[in-house]
């Protein structure tokens, strides 16, 4: 039983080893951008807009705003199991998984999709629906 919490001790301390690097690599990288944004914002603002400049300070303020509002990044881990939940392997460079997929596509599949991008071209390009 001893043998069993030695182990589990060692993964709580790597935990949190990976929780605390992840927390001063986030503090690293905040402060890195706050140095990007207060140098594009004293670039940029008050030439083309008249804005005042700003501080590192204000500009390490704004990366917070900015990453309160609109999340993160890209997709973010959003989107990083999509394939998993819909049973496709999407990670296969847009090749489809799914059983009897390449048959389908050699039988039927491209005579539908020449004739849904036919009917696209007919309305001027746009497939919304009507």
């Given at each position: 039983?001893e043998?069993?919490?030695g182990?589990?001790?060692?993964?709580?301390m790597?935990?949190?080893?990976?929780?605390?690097?992840?927390?001063?690599?986030?503090?690293?990288?905040?402060?890195?951008?706050?140095?990007?944004?207060?140098?594009?914002?004293?670039?940029?603002?008050?030439?083309i807009?008249?804005?005042?400049?700003?501080?590192?300070?204000q500009?390490?303020?704004?990366?917070?705003?900015?990453?309160?509002?609109?999340?993160?990044?890209?997709?973010?881990?959003?989107?990083?199991?999509?394939?998993?939940?819909?049973?496709?392997?999407?990670?296969?460079h847009?090749?489809?998984?799914?059983?009897?997929?390449?048959?389908?596509?050699?039988?039927?599949?491209?005579?539908?999709?020449?004739?849904?991008?036919?009917?696209v071209?007919?309305?001027?390009?746009?497939?919304?629906?009507?």
């Open positions: 039983m043998n069993n919490h182990h589990m001790g060692q993964k709580g790597k935990l949190v080893s990976h929780v605390l690097n992840g927390i001063v690599l986030a503090i690293i990288f905040g402060l890195i951008f706050g140095i990007f944004v207060m140098l594009l914002w004293n670039w940029l603002m008050p030439t807009f008249g804005l005042t400049t700003i501080n590192y300070w500009g390490a303020g704004l990366v917070l705003m900015m990453r309160l509002l609109f999340g993160t990044i890209g997709h973010g881990a959003k989107y990083h199991n999509y394939g998993k939940h819909h049973g496709l392997n999407v990670r296969n847009g090749r489809c998984d799914l059983p009897n997929y390449s048959e389908w596509w050699q039988d039927e599949g491209k005579q539908h999709f020449q004739a849904y991008t036919e009917r071209k007919g309305r001027g390009g746009n497939d919304n629906g009507s």
